[in-house]
C-alpha cells in the first residue's frame, strides 16, 4: 500500500491492505464507524494513519464476536489508541495461550488412540476450560448474547472491569439500604435502584422486559445467585425481583 505526500490512503488502497472490501468500508462510513480523513471533490474517500489503526481495533473487536453498534460503543469509550490496543493484545495473547493448551490436550488424546491407550475422563477434558455458568447462560439466552457478553468484559481495560465491580457492590449496598427501610418496590428510590442495577447489567448484554425479569427470577430460583444476595441482605433476591419487575412493566416494555 503506498501513501501520497499528505500520508493519506485511497479506500482501495486501504481495502487491499486490509483486506476489507470497499464496500464494508462505505458501510462502516454510514454507520459512522469508520470515518474517511477527508472526502475528495470527486467523492472518493481518504484514509489516514488514525483511521487506519481505528480499523484494525475494530477488526480485533470483530475477533472477539461483538457487533457493530458494540464495537462502535466500545471504541467510543477507548481515548488512547495505544492503551486500547493492549487491552485487544492481552486477549489475543490469553487466547493464544488457552488453544494451545487445547492443542496439547489434543495432541496427547490421537496419541492415546493411536496407541490403543484410554486416557481418564479428567485427561481427557483437561485445559478445555468447561464453565457451567456459561452453559446455563447459552441455554437461557443463546450464544451470540453469551458470545457478545464475554467479548465486551474481554475488551475492557483494567480500569474498566474495576469499575464495574465497585458498581457491583455499590449498587447492592443501595439495594440493602431500600430493603432495610422496608420500601415498595414501586418506590422511586428502589427504582433507581434497579435503573443502576439495569444499567450495570447493559455493560454485558442488553436484556428487554421478558430477559431482564427472567434474569431477576434466575436470582431467586439459582440457589448459587440467591447465596450471592444473602451474603449482602438475607432476602435481596426476590426483594430485587419485584422490582425488576415493575421497572420491566414501566420501562421496558
Not at 503506498?2 to 470497499?22: G, L, R
Not at 486500547?84 to 488457552?98: I, K, M
Not at 458470545?147 to 480500569?159: E, I, W, Y
Not at 474498566?160 to 431500600?178: G, P, S
Request: proline share 4%.
Amino acid at each position: 500500500m503506498k501513501q501520497d505526500k499528505a500520508y493519506t490512503w485511497t479506500i482501495s488502497e486501504v481495502a487491499k491492505a486490509s483486506k476489507v472490501s470497499s464496500r464494508t468500508l462505505r458501510h462502516y462510513d454510514q454507520l459512522g464507524l469508520l470515518e474517511p480523513a477527508h472526502t475528495g471533490h470527486n467523492g472518493y474517500r481518504y484514509y489516514g494513519q488514525p483511521e487506519l489503526l481505528r480499523l484494525q481495533r475494530i477488526l480485533l473487536l470483530r475477533e472477539l464476536g461483538l457487533g457493530l453498534e458494540t464495537i462502535g460503543e466500545v471504541l467510543d469509550g477507548q481515548a488512547d489508541p495505544a492503551e486500547a490496543l493492549a487491552v485487544h493484545r492481552n486477549w489475543l495473547l490469553a487466547e493464544r495461550d488457552r488453544l494451545d493448551r487445547m492443542s496439547r490436550t489434543v495432541d496427547a488424546t490421537i496419541a492415546a488412540l493411536r496407541q490403543g491407550e484410554t486416557m481418564t475422563a479428567e485427561n481427557i477434558f483437561r485445559d478445555f476450560d468447561n464453565n457451567p455458568y456459561e452453559a446455563e447462560a447459552r441455554e437461557r439466552w443463546g450464544d451470540r448474547t453469551v458470545d457478545d457478553s464475554k467479548a465486551r468484559h474481554a475488551a475492557m481495560t483494567p480500569a474498566q472491569k474495576q469499575a464495574f465491580m465497585e458498581e457491583y457492590a455499590a449498587l447492592n449496598q443501595e439495594l440493602a439500604r431500600c430493603f432495610d427501610a422496608a420500601l415498595p418496590a414501586d418506590h422511586p428510590a428502589v427504582q433507581a435502584a434497579v435503573d443502576r442495577h439495569y444499567k450495570w447489567i447493559c455493560a454485558s448484554w442488553t436484556p428487554n422486559a421478558e430477559s431482564y425479569v427472567g434474569l431477576g427470577r434466575m436470582y431467586v430460583e439459582d440457589p448459587r445467585f440467591t447465596a450471592n444476595y444473602d451474603k449482602v441482605r438475607v432476602g435481596l433476591a426476590p426483594y430485587l425481583l419485584e422490582g425488576i419487575k415493575i421497572y420491566a412493566a414501566e420501562r421496558l416494555s
